[in-house]
C-alpha cells in the first residue's frame, strides 16, 4: 500500500520527526484532500474523541499560542512518494501539506513519544472529516530517546 510518511520536523532546533501517517492514513487523507481541499490535524487531548486526532479542512480549526506545530506531512496527493518538488507537469499540485498540530497541554504529557496516525474502522468524532466514511484516526506512540 506504501511506505510510512514522516513529518518535516516544525519545533525550531528539531531535526527528527515527531510524527508519521500509516500507509493505510495516507489513502485516507488522499481521499479527503480531493473532498475537502488542503487539511490539517489538532489533537486537544482529554477523553473520548478528545484523545484522537482530528482532521479538519485547513484553518477550520483556529490554532493560536496554546498549540504548537509539531510537523507538516507532505502528502503526495497523486498516488506517488512524498517529494519535495510541489508541481506536476501541468503546474498542479502533487504534493499537498498537512500541519499537525497538539495542544501545548497534551504537548507536555507526550512530547517523549514518537505518533503516529494510523486509521481503524469505525466512527469518530463527527467533527472530524473523516467521520462519515466509516473510519476514524487514531494515535500509536512509542517512546523516543
Do not use: N
Not at 484532500?33 to 487539511?39: M, N, T
Not at 506545530?69 to 504534493?95: C, I, M, N
Not at 512530547?111 to 487514531?138: I, Y
Amino acid at each position: 500500500m506504501g511506505a510510512r510518511i514522516d513529518a518535516r520536523p516544525a519545533i525550531e532546533g528539531e531535526e527528527f520527526s515527531r510524527v508519521a501517517l500509516s500507509p493505510e492514513a495516507t489513502a485516507l487523507l488522499r481521499t479527503l484532500w480531493e473532498r475537502h481541499g488542503p487539511l490539517m490535524f489538532h489533537q486537544s487531548g482529554g477523553c473520548c474523541d478528545g484523545s484522537s486526532p482530528m482532521c479538519f479542512p485547513e484553518g477550520d480549526f483556529k490554532t493560536g499560542g496554546s498549540d504548537v506545530l509539531l510537523g507538516v506531512f507532505d502528502l503526495p496527493l497523486d498516488g506517488g512518494p512524498a517529494h519535495e518538488e510541489p508541481v506536476d507537469d501541468d503546474g498542479a499540485a502533487s504534493v499537498g501539506q498537512i500541519g499537525f498540530w497538539m495542544s501545548r497541554e497534551q504537548f507536555e504529557y507526550w512530547k517523549h513519544t514518537h505518533l503516529t496516525v494510523d486509521v481503524v474502522p469505525g466512527r469518530g468524532s463527527g467533527f472530524s472529516v473523516e467521520a462519515p466514511e466509516g473510519k476514524r484516526f487514531l494515535i500509536r506512540s512509542r517512546i523516543i530517546g
